[in-house]
């Protein structure tokens, strides 16, 4: 399916995907809301938790943003798993979320944090074009969306949050994520098991941008099956971060700004 094209045909469709058992396991009622979202999203806004989990079961599938045998989990593996990351996430700051992809974790936070101001950053138009259609049913006023390499707005923006989901190892995330930083801000990225690893394997790429060592929380505890493991970056020492930051031994871009790319469709 191009960019362009709608998912005309919608429930209809994902027969064909091969969700027609999930469809049966869920009662016909996709994305139906899950008790434990009561948890960790406001009660006046669980039904737009639920629009959103309809729209990902839905919409999501039809254009390829979520794989057709995730329906059944959506809420545990999806939905709840990004909205805990608000544990670690203060209030009334402002927010990127690199790679959105199908707003995991951007739009769920949208949805659990009125207080935020979320920049939703991704390359991809069909990609981008759901994020909005989603930001605009559910009326979320506190999203932007914004169609863009991360480093594309390297030097232009800044933010107290940067996120990211399953967007690449701790080493290159930190490249694309600290020039997007604000001095007192921090990087907060979902991750695995293995973030240990990543960590040691990061070692040169934390000094190269002189980061604080990482801190890893587990988040979630006792409301997900499998809990949420998030690390958080922070500059150093703030006072000394330069704008735009810029690795040891790098170079300030110019003042006419990054070079344009070509965007990928």
């Known amino acids: 399916m191009s960019e362009e094209d709608g998912d005309a045909g919608g429930l209809d469709r994902l027969d064909h995907l091969g969700v027609s058992e999930e469809r049966e396991e869920l009662g016909g009622h996709l994305g139906k809301l899950d008790p434990r979202a009561a948890k960790v999203f406001p009660a006046e806004r669980l039904e737009l938790a639920e629009r959103y989990a309809a729209w990902l079961a839905d919409a999501g599938v039809v254009r390829g943003l979520i794989g057709p045998r995730e329906v059944p989990r959506l809420w545990d593996r ?10 670690v996430i203060p209030e009334g700051v402002t927010m990127a979320d690199i790679g959105s992809g199908a707003g995991l974790p951007g739009l769920v936070l949208a ?5 935020l101001r979320i920049t939703l950053i991704e390359p991809l138009l069909r990609r981008t074009t759901f994020l909005e259609e989603v930001a605009e049913d559910l009326g979320l006023e506190n999203v932007a969306v914004l169609r863009g390499r991360a480093d594309a707005f390297h030097g232009e923006l800044a933010f107290d949050v940067v996120t990211s989901r399953a967007v690449a190892g701790l080493g290159k995330l930190l490249d694309w994520s600290m020039p997007l930083v604000a001095p007192t801000g921090a990087l907060v990225a979902m991750k695995g098991s293995s973030i240990e690893a990543e960590i040691d394997e990061a070692g040169p790429a934390l000094e190269k941008w002189g980061c604080a060592p990482p801190s890893v929380s587990e ?9 949420t493991v998030a690390v958080r970056v922070v500059w150093s ?29």
């Open 111 to 115: 949805i659990a944090r009125p207080d």
């Open 219 to 227: 988040l979630g505890v006792g409301v997900l099956e499998t809990t």
């Open 237 to 265: 020492d703030p006072a000394r971060v330069d704008w735009p930051p810029v690795p040891k031994g790098g170079h300030k871009r110019s003042k006419d700004g990054p070079r344009k790319k070509k965007r990928r469709r």
């Open 78 to 87: 999806h939905i709840l798993n990004c909205a805990v990351l608000g544990e």
